[in-house]
């Protein structure tokens, strides 16, 4: 059984069905197949229906399904040989970013992702993939080796937020997160991120300003949580769904904006529902990515990234 959204009753009940028609199968000489095979078609075509024209809360609570993959789900799909590396060389070690260097597709990368974890006791390791200052310092101290050696630079991107605890604002939080921006900016290899759940504020961007910035289709990717942001207007966290539909966070919003290059497209359901079918899809555009990266030179690949920047400014 999946964990079903508030809004997917309809698929759960029908799926309900076909469980407890599946467990009476074969018993008492019973043949069920032809009224599973109408359920199940009647469960695909509601699921689609709903997918088709889901809203953007709905795309929120989609993009943080717990059954979501994360960014550890994806270096053990698409990295091999992954060595990861820990600490800043300043404080200490993050567990809300993973990051080292491994190989994609057989051609040495660097890592840089947010994990949020898949359980109580992975959240609370990875703090809910919201990252401290050293998180942020430790991606620059990777993205400076890869510049170094070379190497491309892949990056996940999956957080409410930059963790905002007093520890973390006394460390220097909000300096540490333009440093890492700065130093995505300053790369002269290619680089590309993908926005694989949420993509909140600045503790996205400072992983994510990349040459290519891939989504999800139901990823989000905004300035600041649905709820924050109805608790500021209006003091008020129970009118998220409001401003999740005035921000456009959705991949489809920011593709028209072109704050984004490329939708990645999930597997029926989302892909929490087939997890290795997404993955897949992900890594094709990831590829695709980098292949047209590859005709830049390092300048160019600086530049390109500076004035993709600078043109949402001016088109905005």
């Known amino acids: 059984m999946h964990n079903y959204l508030d809004f997917e009753k ?18 008492d000489s019973v043949d069920v197949t032809d009224e599973v095979q109408r359920l199940e078609k009647r469960s695909r075509d509601a699921l689609a229906d709903l997918y088709r024209k889901l809203t953007p809360w709905q795309k929120t609570q989609v993009a943080r399904h717990p059954d979501r993959p994360h960014c550890l789900d994806y270096i053990a799909s698409l990295i091999t040989d992954f060595v990861p590396l820990a600490g800043d060389r300043f404080y200490a070690e993050d567990h809300a970013i993973i990051s080292g260097f491994g190989r994609f597709d057989g051609r040495s990368v660097a890592v840089i ?30 993205m400076e080796l890869a510049e170094r050696f070379q190497i491309p630079v892949l990056t996940f991107v999956d957080t409410a937020g930059a963790y905002p605890g007093i520890g973390a604002e006394e460390r220097g939080q909000a300096e540490a997160i ?56 209006w003091r008020d966290a129970t009118r998220a769904r409001d401003v999740a539909q005035a921000m456009k966070i959705t991949a489809q919003d920011l593709a028209g904006f072109g704050i984004i290059d490329g939708i990645v497209e999930e597997p029926l359901g989302g892909i929490h529902r087939a997890p ?31 004035e993709k920047f600078l043109a949402i400014g001016r088109n905005l």
């Not at 599946?22 to 018993?27: Q, S, V, Y």
């Not at 899809?281 to 990515?289: G, I, L, M, P, T």
């Open 276 to 306: 290795a079918e997404g993955i897949a899809a992900a890594a094709e555009s990831v590829r695709d990515a980098f292949a047209e990266l590859a005709e830049l030179d390092g300048d160019g690949l600086r530049r390109q990234r500076r």
């Open 113 to 142: 992702g947010q994990e949020k974890g898949s359980d109580t006791q992975t959240r609370l390791k990875h703090n809910f993939g919201m990252a401290r200052p050293e998180g942020y310092r430790k991606a620059v101290r990777v």
């Open 178 to 233: 333009a440093r890492s921006t700065e130093a995505c900016l300053n790369l002269r290899v290619p680089m590309v991120s993908l926005v694989i759940g949420e993509g909140g504020s600045g503790g996205a961007i400072a992983i994510a300003t990349a040459n290519k910035v891939l989504m999800l289709e139901h990823a989000i990717y905004s300035v600041i949580s649905p709820e924050a942001g109805a608790s500021i207007l």
């Open 10 to 27: 309809p698929v759960a009940d029908l799926e309900g069905q076909i469980l407890e028609l599946k467990k009476i199968e074969g018993k």
